[in-house]
């Protein structure tokens, strides 16, 4: 017996349990015929150094986070490392550019850190954040030289860049943090089941009970006031200035990864079976997800990490799974000519 969602949202699983949802699911989830393919034109071995961030830098150099706590920076056209940044004694959740083009580091030794890239092409890692009493999993710059930590404390850090300090701490149990402006974001949570939105730093919002078992993954917008966000098996859209949820599709595979196209489509990497990690690009009309291609066995591992690159190429990593064959792979868009 294989898992199935009827139309009422009552989800039943190959061992028989039955999940009762609060909305129907989309049933109208449209798969169209390919139109076009990918092809691999570089590969990077990582050897037993899982791939945690894959991040384009405002200059077109890509960054990616490993396992063991290194940085590296690609450069921009022939994707040979340009730098190698031993930052962390663990691995590294996630990194982000700040608005003066510093990077900032999350990691599970419990710190941040503040890098600044130099003309030289070397570095300062100007300042290491440390106050959370847990591994630290994403931040946000909510404003100029202000940002806010996520941690598996269950707590929210807002910081100032300025002095390196703690301004205030909120707890909260949630491992995903997305801005929406200067006053507010929205944190999620896998183990409350439920979406929060907030504004100047008070919950004003809550969309509970959520159809999640195991977790949720990189989130991307829609537009100007539209969020995916993949959980399980499932993408939910959410909609930013009702805060509402608006709809649920049902994906043939776990959801590891979820991006912006340069169209405005969106990349997603499935997971359904050992070695059977895809690659999909899905366009969304308004009503439903259509299937715009979809690459398959890319990687040996699950692909948490899938990103659209400025010149058009897409970029993967694999971070998670049995083997030490991690690798970051390059693809190029071929159209077909029908």
Known sequence: MNNSIDGFGKKTYADGRIEEGLWEINKFMK?????????????????????????ELKDGRLLSALRDGTI????????????????HSKDINSAIQLSDERILTCSEDRTMKVIKLTDDNKYIIESSLESHDNEVLNAIEIKNNEIISVSLDKTLKVWDLKTFKVITTIEEECVNIIKINESEFITISPQNKCIKFWNNYQIIKTINDLKV?????????FGNNKLFIGADDIIYLIDIEKKELIKSFEMFGYVLSISNCLDGDILCTLCNGNKNNHISKYHYDNENL???????????????????????????????????LYEIKFWKILKKNN
């Open 31 to 55: 798969d169209y015929k390919d139109d076009g393919s990918l092809e691999c034109i570089k590969s990077i071995d990582c050897q037993d150094k899982a791939v945690k961030m894959l991040l």
């Open 72 to 87: 590296n920076i690609y450069k921009k056209d022939s994707y040979e490392i340009d730098l190698s940044i031993k930052a």
């Open 213 to 221: 078992q195991d977790l949720i993954n990189s989130p991307c917008f």
């Open 290 to 324: 259509i299937k715009i291609f979809e690459k398959k066995k890319v990687h040996n591992n699950p692909i948490f990490n899938c990103i659209q690159l400025k010149n058009g190429n897409i970029v993967s990593g694999d971070r998670r799974g049995q083997g030490n």
